[in-house]
């Protein structure tokens, strides 16, 4: 079973930035996809980025221009840099992962406040 670890959630002002990172225990060439998804409280789970094997990576238009989705397949992680934070972008972070073994991190909390 492929196991996604993610780090880098934490609180920030609005206006700062921070990177998530999720670190995958087999090759990243194993998955026909990666993508990042958020839910924040009372809310359902939305797509914020996702980045097909061979194409381009989508985002939400909420992130776009602020968030870029960086992979590094000699580190086997997906990362999340995220800029120009907003209280809205508060929510709990998810790493996933599509193929033959879809799944999902654990999630990271981020909590853009002042």
């Known amino acids: 079973q492929v196991q996604l670890i993610e780090s880098g959630g934490g609180l920030v002002q609005p206006g700062g930035s921070l990177r998530l990172s999720c670190t995958a225990s087999?090759?990243?060439?194993?998955?026909?996809?990666m993508a990042w998804y958020r839910q924040a409280p009372g809310k359902e789970r939305e797509l914020v980025a996702r980045r097909p094997r061979w194409g381009t990576t989508i985002y939400a238009d909420s992130v776009k221009g602020r968030f870029t989705a960086l992979r590094d397949n000699a580190k086997n992680t997906f990362d999340l840099q995220m800029n120009s934070l907003k209280p809205e972008d508060t929510a709990t972070y998810y790493c996933r992962v599509e193929g033959d073994a879809p799944s999902w991190g654990q999630g990271t909390q981020v909590t853009v406040s002042s």
């Open positions: 087999v090759s990243l060439f194993s998955f026909n996809a």
